[in-house]
């Protein structure tokens, strides 16, 4: 018969945690943990940077309107580019093309991936971009910080570092083995050198 570890022990007549539930987070982070994160959508948009006068040089960018939890917001834009006259419909060759493509790149590394892309009716560039954020605020996809940060880190959720889950639970001086994803918690050892990168 499998004998079962009490959360609390006995001492002196008083009840204390044991060593396994003072690790436990607190009880208002783990309701805060069976929140499943949040999905963000963007589109990409192009725009003029100033006005010019008629026959000079314009200036243009590209850039993403996403919608969060307190509705649209401009979530980045490209490096500006130039075209010898002001556009009406953005074509996709040269500068223009360039630029975009850096663009996109910004946003991957920034947790945007591509959700759909443009329909026959649309333009070239109005790509819908998404991303998952967790529900502490900080992006699910974002790099492992590194041992100086570890060490000003405060206890909370961050993204796992081992990549088995959406959250790992840092407790001010170390990872716990408590997790979540999807709005569902679960106890995972896990070991330092199991951290990405």
Do not use: C
Request: net charge positive.
């Amino acid at each position: 018969m499998e004998k079962r570890v009490s959360a609390t022990t006995k001492a002196s007549g008083s009840t204390v945690p044991s060593a396994a539930a003072r690790r436990m987070p607190p009880p208002f982070l783990q309701r805060r943990a069976k929140q499943p994160p949040r999905t963000e959508i963007g589109r990409v948009y192009w725009a003029q940077t100033e006005r010019k006068a008629i026959g000079k040089p314009a200036r243009y960018h590209f850039w993403l309107q996403g919608l969060g939890p307190k509705g649209y917001y401009a979530a980045g834009r490209s490096a500006e580019f130039e075209y010898p006259t002001k556009l009406t419909a953005m074509p996709d060759t040269g500068v223009a093309r360039k630029a975009f493509n850096e663009f996109v790149a910004k946003l991957w590394e920034d947790g945007w991936t591509p959700a759909a892309f443009p329909g026959p009716r649309s333009g070239w560039y109005e790509i819908t971009m998404r991303r998952i954020v967790a529900t502490s605020g900080s992006h699910l996809g974002a790099p492992a910080e590194d041992s100086a940060d570890a060490a000003t880190r405060k206890a909370d959720w961050y993204p796992d570092p081992a990549g088995r889950f959406e959250q790992r639970y840092w407790d001010g001086t170390a990872w716990t083995e408590h997790v979540t994803s999807r709005g569902v918690t679960a106890v995972d050892p896990y070991q330092e050198s199991e951290a990405d990168g």
